[in-house]
Protein backbone atom coordinates (compact mmCIF):
# COMPACT_ATOMS: atom_id res chain seq x y z
CA UNK A 1 0.00 0.00 0.00
CA UNK A 2 1.44 3.32 -1.46
CA UNK A 3 1.72 6.48 1.56
CA UNK A 4 2.82 9.56 1.82
CA UNK A 5 2.74 11.18 5.19
CA UNK A 6 3.13 14.60 5.62
CA UNK A 7 4.08 15.99 8.83
CA UNK A 8 5.05 19.76 10.29
CA UNK A 9 2.12 22.07 9.30
CA UNK A 10 0.92 24.54 11.72
CA UNK A 11 -0.18 27.89 12.92
CA UNK A 12 3.21 30.65 12.84
CA UNK A 13 3.72 34.09 12.58
CA UNK A 14 4.69 36.15 9.92
CA UNK A 15 8.27 36.05 9.41
CA UNK A 16 8.47 32.44 10.84
CA UNK A 17 9.65 28.72 9.80
CA UNK A 18 8.57 25.55 9.35
CA UNK A 19 9.79 22.58 8.46
CA UNK A 20 7.66 19.94 6.06
CA UNK A 21 8.49 16.40 5.63
CA UNK A 22 7.16 13.94 3.44
CA UNK A 23 7.99 10.06 3.78
CA UNK A 24 6.80 8.11 1.07
CA UNK A 25 6.02 4.33 1.68
CA UNK A 26 5.07 1.23 -0.48
CA UNK A 27 6.20 2.60 -3.78
CA UNK A 28 7.76 -0.22 -5.96
CA UNK A 29 8.97 1.71 -9.07
CA UNK A 30 11.70 3.85 -9.15
CA UNK A 31 11.34 8.08 -7.83
CA UNK A 32 11.89 10.08 -9.84
CA UNK A 33 10.85 13.33 -8.55
CA UNK A 34 9.52 14.38 -5.43
CA UNK A 35 7.55 18.04 -4.68
CA UNK A 36 5.58 20.21 -3.07
CA UNK A 37 2.57 21.59 -3.59
CA UNK A 38 0.45 24.06 -2.42
CA UNK A 39 -3.64 25.22 -2.99
CA UNK A 40 -4.69 27.65 -0.87
CA UNK A 41 -8.40 28.56 -0.25
CA UNK A 42 -10.27 29.62 -3.62
CA UNK A 43 -7.13 28.83 -5.92
CA UNK A 44 -5.76 26.47 -7.76
CA UNK A 45 -2.78 23.99 -6.74
CA UNK A 46 0.49 25.42 -7.43
CA UNK A 47 3.51 23.56 -7.40
CA UNK A 48 5.86 25.22 -4.69
CA UNK A 49 9.14 23.19 -5.22
CA UNK A 50 10.63 20.11 -6.88
CA UNK A 51 13.44 18.15 -6.35
CA UNK A 52 14.87 15.60 -8.96
CA UNK A 53 16.61 12.45 -7.79
CA UNK A 54 20.15 13.56 -9.07
CA UNK A 55 19.03 16.58 -7.00
CA UNK A 56 17.66 19.24 -9.63
CA UNK A 57 15.56 21.63 -7.83
CA UNK A 58 13.04 23.76 -8.85
CA UNK A 59 11.28 26.63 -6.95
CA UNK A 60 8.36 29.06 -7.43
CA UNK A 61 9.23 32.56 -8.14
CA UNK A 62 7.68 33.28 -4.83
CA UNK A 63 9.19 31.31 -2.51
CA UNK A 64 12.94 31.25 -3.84
CA UNK A 65 15.33 32.84 -1.42
CA UNK A 66 12.62 31.63 1.25
CA UNK A 67 12.06 27.96 1.04
CA UNK A 68 14.60 25.08 0.74
CA UNK A 69 13.61 21.93 -0.65
CA UNK A 70 15.76 18.88 0.20
CA UNK A 71 15.42 15.00 -0.24
CA UNK A 72 17.09 12.09 1.65
CA UNK A 73 16.52 8.76 -1.17
CA UNK A 74 17.83 6.14 1.03
CA UNK A 75 14.42 7.25 3.21
CA UNK A 76 12.59 8.10 0.57
CA UNK A 77 11.67 11.60 2.27
CA UNK A 78 11.48 15.11 1.34
CA UNK A 79 11.66 18.31 3.11
CA UNK A 80 10.33 21.62 2.84
CA UNK A 81 12.21 24.25 5.01
CA UNK A 82 10.17 27.21 5.19
CA UNK A 83 11.78 30.48 6.40
CA UNK A 84 10.22 34.61 6.63
CA UNK A 85 6.74 32.92 6.12
CA UNK A 86 4.35 35.47 4.65
CA UNK A 87 0.41 35.43 4.94
CA UNK A 88 0.25 34.33 1.05
CA UNK A 89 2.26 31.47 2.30
CA UNK A 90 -0.99 29.95 4.21
CA UNK A 91 -2.45 27.06 2.56
CA UNK A 92 -2.45 23.34 2.29
CA UNK A 93 0.65 21.89 1.47
CA UNK A 94 0.81 18.76 -0.62
CA UNK A 95 3.48 15.90 -1.14
CA UNK A 96 3.89 14.88 -4.55
CA UNK A 97 5.50 11.60 -6.51
CA UNK A 98 6.43 11.03 -9.53
CA UNK A 99 8.11 7.67 -10.82
CA UNK A 100 9.91 7.18 -13.80
CA UNK A 101 7.38 4.75 -15.43
CA UNK A 102 4.80 8.30 -15.05
CA UNK A 103 3.18 7.26 -12.35
CA UNK A 104 1.99 9.95 -9.63
CA UNK A 105 1.16 9.77 -5.84
CA UNK A 106 -0.22 12.60 -3.46
CA UNK A 107 -0.12 12.88 -0.08
CA UNK A 108 -2.94 13.99 2.18
CA UNK A 109 -1.83 17.63 2.66
CA UNK A 110 -0.84 19.11 5.81
CA UNK A 111 -2.21 23.04 6.75
CA UNK A 112 0.31 26.11 6.98
CA UNK A 113 -1.50 28.81 8.46
CA UNK A 114 0.80 32.04 8.80
CA UNK A 115 -0.76 34.72 10.43
CA UNK A 116 -0.55 37.42 13.37
Known amino acids: QVQLVESGGGLVQPGGSLRLSCVAS????????MDWYRQAPGKQRELVAG???????DYADSVAGRFTISRDNAKNTVYLQMNSLKPEDTAVYYC??????????WGKGTLVTVSS
Open 26 to 33: GIRNAIYT
Open 96 to 105: HVGTFEGINY
Open 51 to 57: ITNRGSI
